[in-house]
């Protein structure tokens, strides 16, 4: 494990509107404010063929091949995250969060994009004094998390 030690910066509260897409909509905002570092939590709807990658296909290959799930309908959704900075020095969100429709649940992440379906709602907690940054990792294409 590593580790690096931080402090509690501005807090943003943010109302997603129809149609926006996250995570592009809250990394714009985040490069606009100078959010290197921060907690992110989403609250709100999902609009109808959001793409939510859902696993590997195969646990063990490299490069992992993503999964990807278009919801079928408007979903209620949660999802929690973190802001960090890649190599280039831009933000870069990495959340996951649960849909739900009727009695059906998909968790996933969110990278491949989700349309906000009325209700969006962002509360991002900014984390400063910390050397965490997002480092392209060759053997995966992930983008890991130094805290170096």
Do not use: Y
């Amino acid at each position: 494990m590593d580790a690096t030690e931080a402090k509690l910066g501005r807090v943003f509260i943010l109302r997603l509107h129809q149609g926006e897409r996250i995570p592009e909509v809250i990394e714009q905002f985040s490069s606009r404010e100078h959010v290197s570092g921060a907690l992110c939590f989403f609250l709100g709807g999902a609009e109808e063929g959001s793409k939510v990658v859902v696993g590997p296909r195969d646990g063990k290959a490299l490069p992992p091949d993503p999964m990807v799930t278009l919801l079928k309908g408007v979903h209620e959704a949660c999802g929690v995250g973190t802001i960090f900075a890649d190599q280039q020095g831009n933000p870069k969100l990495h959340l996951h969060a649960s849909f739900g429709r009727g009695e059906r649940a998909v968790t996933g992440c969110v990278r491949m994009g989700v349309d906000v379906w009325q209700i969006g709602e962002v509360v991002i907690l900014e984390l400063t004094g910390s050397s965490a940054k997002r480092a392209q990792d060759k053997q995966t294409g992930f983008e890991f998390l130094e805290t170096v």
